[in-house]
């Protein structure tokens, strides 16, 4: 009867189809046993989170970095830019590690080293000439925030962009600027969604993640 019409889920697209997220991390070393975690954005640009919570973002030409202290409750967190030829010499030591991290990552092969372990988003990485960088000195997103568990390693980025990338080879990106979520599923389909009515989006499979995310949230 006519009545079968109405099971058809809505469809997903309401986001321009192949719209990646505006900013991710392509590729990750998890070095926190002990010294941090480094990754890549997929603008080009580096960075590497300390164990002591303060952060480094370097330019995608490589031409200068900022770093940013760590926010306690007496003091804000502090931004300055620097390069590696002029830089205080408290930070000499960070700089050479994100020297270390930016070197070892973009090796074709990322090989596991001594209690580092790796990772890479499946949302392919732009061509760098494709994405205009999004680098502003002083004001460059970077990784705010990261944990990782069992199922997932979880990336909270400075522009309010929060991805998850599960062990499963799924992963989930959510833009709050965009309202809209980018999914991979296990086939390795990528589709985007409208954030407002992702809570009932057709896929079982994300639904859960998404459920999942804002509880680590």
């Known amino acids: 009867?006519?009545?079968?019409?109405?099971?058809?889920?809505?469809?997903?697209?309401?986001?321009?189809?192949?719209s990646a997220p505006e900013l991710w991390v392509t590729k990750w070393v998890d070095y926190s046993s002990k010294y941090g975690v480094g990754y890549i954005l997929s603008d080009g640009s580096i960075g590497v989170y300390f164990n002591d919570s303060t952060k480094i973002i370097?330019?995608?030409?490589?031409?200068?970095?900022?770093y940013i202290t760590r926010r306690t409750q007496e003091k804000p967190e502090v931004r300055s830019t620097h390069t590696f030829d002029d830089h205080p010499e408290d930070l000499k030591k960070k700089v050479t590690l994100l020297r270390h991290f930016k070197n070892y990552m973009l090796t074709d092969v990322l090989e596991k080293?001594?209690?580092?372990s790796v990772g890479e988003s499946s949302l392919a990485a732009p061509q760098p000439k494709l994405q205009?960088?999004?680098y502003v000195p002083?004001?460059?997103?970077?990784?705010?925030?990261?944990?990782?568990?069992?199922?997932?390693?979880?990336?909270?980025?400075?522009?309010?962009?929060?991805?998850?990338?599960f062990f499963d080879k799924t992963e989930?990106?959510?833009?709050?600027?965009?309202?809209?979520?980018?999914?991979?599923?296990?086939?390795?389909?990528?589709?985007?969604y409208p954030l407002s009515n992702?809570?009932?989006?057709?896929?079982?499979?994300?639904a859960k993640r998404l459920r999942y995310t804002k509880d680590i949230l």
Not at 139 to 160: D, E
Not at 198 to 206: I, N
């Open 1 to 18: 009867g006519g009545s079968q019409a109405s099971l058809v889920p809505p469809p997903a697209m309401l986001v321009p189809p192949g």
């Open 58 to 66: 370097l330019a995608p030409d490589g031409g200068q970095f900022d």
């Open 113 to 116: 080293k001594d209690g580092a």
């Open 132 to 134: 205009a960088s999004s």
């Open 138 to 165: 002083g004001q460059a997103p970077y990784v705010k925030k990261w944990t990782r568990n069992k199922h997932a390693i979880m990336f909270q980025l400075s522009n309010k962009i929060v991805q998850v990338v």
């Open 172 to 192: 989930a990106v959510l833009s709050s600027k965009a309202h809209a979520v980018t999914y991979v599923d296990k086939r390795g389909q990528v589709c985007t």
């Open 198 to 206: 992702v809570l009932d989006v057709p896929s079982p499979e994300l």
